[in-house]
């Protein structure tokens, strides 16, 4: 093997590497929506020892209620972001384990949709 091919299979595979992100990679924080107070939420989930995951829809307000503490999410994510870590965007130490929400996109802005016809 030359140093020009040499060369050209190490080009190869840094560009590989480069440009192949695990799935599981998690999603930049700014694409994650924002928080909100839970007068605007729309919908309470109460989260204990039991709960498994999270299921919302794109553009939700969602009041969480774990051991009588409180936080609320407005899940206008990214449209790449399809589950996350509640722990990402819930207050530090307060879920104290992982818990994955799953975001469905939102029925408005997905292919297909009528705007006639109200979500929920």
């Known amino acids: 093997m030359n140093i ?3 060369a050209a299979t ?3 595979l840094a560009t590989l590497t480069a440009c192949s992100t695990p799935a ?3 999603p930049r924080a700014d694409l994650l929506g924002m928080a909100a107070p839970p007068s605007a939420a729309t ?3 109460a989260i204990t ?3 498994r995951w999270v299921n919302v829809t ?3 307000t ?3 209620v774990v051991d009588g503490r409180e936080f609320a999410w407005n899940f206008s994510v ?3 972001v399809a589950v996350f870590d509640l722990n990402r965007v819930a207050p530090p130490g307060l879920l104290g384990r992982a818990l994955p929400v799953y975001v469905d996109p939102d029925p408005y802005y997905s292919i297909g949709a009528d705007w006639r016809i109200p979500a929920h």
């Open 4 to 6: 020009l091919s040499l």
């Open 10 to 12: 190490a080009a190869t």
């Open 24 to 26: 599981s990679a998690a």
């Open 43 to 45: 919908q309470t989930v």
């Open 49 to 51: 020892p039991a709960t």
């Open 58 to 60: 794109s553009g939700d």
């Open 62 to 64: 969602v009041r969480f």
């Open 78 to 80: 990214g449209p790449t």
